[in-house]
């Protein structure tokens, strides 16, 4: 669990509500849930970026196997097959 700057304005304002001192309590408890809202979206987007980042990679591994598998598919066309060709060399 991490001790933020949230959870210390969340804090001090169950103290401010609870001597007296409403207005200012109920701003830092304000404060604190639109931090603790802020730090959230700020979590989710690096979270989707990372996401991102690893399907990014995946599609390229797959663009390369998928060239490769191209690649070796023309080469075995082109390869002459044994009953094409005659075999000429003396043994």
């Given amino acids: 669990m991490r001790l933020g700057m949230p959870e210390i304005l969340a804090a001090g304002s169950v103290v401010l509500i609870a001597t007296g001192q409403s ?5 830092f408890l304000g404060l604190a849930v639109l931090g603790a809202s802020l ?13 991102a980042a690893k399907q990014k990679d995946v599609d390229e591994v797959a663009k390369l196997l998928t ?4 690649a070796f598919g023309s080469l ?7 009953s094409d060709t005659k075999d000429t060399h003396l043994h």
Avoid at 76 to 82: C, E, H, R
């Fill in 76 to 82: 075995l066309q082109n390869m002459p097959k044994s």
């Fill in 23 to 27: 207005t200012v309590g109920w701003v």
């Fill in 67 to 70: 060239e490769a598998g191209k």
């Fill in 39 to 51: 730090r959230w979206g700020i979590e989710i987007q690096v979270a989707q970026q990372e996401e």
